[in-house]
DNA sequence: GTCTATACAGGGATAGAC
DNA sequence: GTCTATCCCTGTATAGAC
């Protein structure tokens, strides 16, 4: 949404000038990169913008030119995953299916689903405009993206088709985040049994023989 | 577990001395109360010590008497919290059934299921003993009340029986989670029908007739 | 027992020099 | 583009008044 943080410059628009500014381009990455490492070993209230600067040796004010705020920074490390696992799922199949999404969804990194999480903590917060809009976006995106699923699912006889999709767009979007929080907090939890389980729901009566309890 | 925390006194085990140290007992209880308050208009970061000490009208160093960290106090929010919704709980019903199970599991005030996020996420993070446990035993007492009523939903025959209740219970857990994150980003989201959709998802084939897409 | 005063190390944000 | 210096804030810790 043309913001500030984002459009400081474009990248390769190749104007008739010689490549412009590559050094900030390439800086900009770095800082994101290492950011994650960083919060990896040290967590959010670790992951100062001095411990960033250190580690890519610069001090914290330089990390100012890039991003104007921790926050947005933080949000920025995101904005970024987000893109390259889309990117990722459009280079294998058309339509994922149940299992490819929720694998999709978790991200392998430990340390970025703490910072995920606690954005959306800070999401939820009063007078959080800017991360809340952002939040709010991305899960109806994600909603919207589980409802093709859900549909091409439901094409090929595997969902059934008395319940309406939005909801269960909705459901099978708050199963992979309640399930995965519960995984990464008690390894007793199987995310993935839950995940068939649920599919095992949708799917029509008619479907192969359950198993027992 | 014995905390230190906790165990500052004996607040009304009456031994032969007249009631002892009642006004600790009342200011803890003071501050638990506030920072609640503080937290729904300041959030997270803005609920210091310093600003919980100034609603009161002590200064931010009284409070460390009553609690070892703010971390400490911000859990020990969260355990009172649980402890009320518990009480509250076993008031009512004997076996909640499904729908009190969820308004129950929603904290009404937004201020505290965006602590309670907060705290999750702080959770999730490498190297968080305390929290991590914390949360690790209080998922798996949720999930076993999720059970129980999975259960004697079963026995009532409004569940089907050939799926594993654990599993079950996870995922139920785990529905209410993101579920109610999904409704505070955005109010287009409804809970309660997403609720509905899994119960009737659970519910045996034989159950009344389903409404369509 | 309860609290204030005070000190310390560290944080994010910012202004201006180079 | 990056730095240094600075501001005001934070959580934590200790000393000592009452």
Same mark, same amino acid.
């Given at each position: 949404?043309?913001?500030?943080?984002?459009?400081?410059?474009?990248?390769?628009?190749?104007?008739?000038?010689?490549?412009?500014?590559?050094?900030?381009?390439?800086?900009?990455?770095?800082?994101?990169?290492?950011?994650?490492?960083?919060?990896?070993?040290?967590?959010?209230?670790?992951?100062?913008?001095?411990?960033?600067?250190?580690?890519?040796?610069?001090?914290?004010? @330089? /990390?100012?030119?890039?991003?104007?705020?921790?926050? $947005?920074? %933080?949000?920025?490390?995101? *904005?970024?995953?987000?893109?390259? #696992?889309?990117?990722?799922?459009?280079?294998?199949?058309?339509?994922?299916?149940?299992?490819?999404?929720?694998?999709?969804?978790?991200?392998?990194?430990?340390?970025?689903?703490?910072?995920?999480?606690?954005?959306?903590?800070? @999401? /939820?917060?009063?007078?959080?405009?800017?991360?809340? $809009?952002? %939040?709010?976006?991305?899960? *109806?995106?994600?909603?919207?993206? #589980?409802?093709?699923?859900?549909?091409?699912?439901?094409?090929?006889?595997?969902?059934?088709?008395?319940?309406?999709?939005?909801?269960?767009?909705?459901?099978?979007?708050?199963?992979?985040?309640?399930?995965?929080?519960?995984?990464? /907090?008690?390894?007793?939890?199987?995310?993935?049994?839950?995940?068939?389980?649920?599919?095992?729901?949708?799917?029509?009566?008619? #479907?192969?023989?359950?198993?027992?309890?």
């Amino acid at each position: 949404m043309t913001k500030n943080a984002e459009g400081k410059a474009s990248p390769v628009s190749g104007q008739g000038s010689r490549g412009r500014y590559p050094k900030g381009i390439l800086r900009r990455q770095q800082i994101l990169d290492r950011t994650v490492e960083v919060f990896a070993d040290l967590g959010f209230e670790g992951t100062s913008l001095r411990a960033i600067g250190e580690a890519i040796g610069v001090s914290h004010a @330089a /990390l100012r030119r890039y991003f104007e705020t921790r926050e $947005e920074l %933080f949000l920025e490390v995101l *904005r970024e995953k987000d893109r390259q #696992a889309l990117a990722a799922a459009h280079d294998s199949g058309t339509a994922p299916g149940f299992a490819a999404m929720s694998a999709n969804y978790v991200l392998k990194t430990p340390g970025l689903m703490a910072l995920r999480h606690s954005m959306v903590a800070r @999401a /939820l917060e009063p007078g959080r405009g800017r991360s809340r $809009e952002f %939040f709010r976006d991305r899960y *109806r995106s994600i909603r919207q993206e #589980a409802r093709l699923v859900l549909q091409s699912a439901r094409e090929q006889g595997t969902v059934r088709s008395d319940i309406p999709l939005d909801t269960a767009a909705s459901l099978l979007v708050a199963a992979m985040d309640g399930l995965s929080t519960q995984t990464l /907090l008690d390894p007793e939890v199987d995310m993935s049994a839950g995940m068939a389980l649920l599919e095992q729901l949708l799917a029509p009566a008619t #479907a192969e023989a359950p198993r027992e309890t």
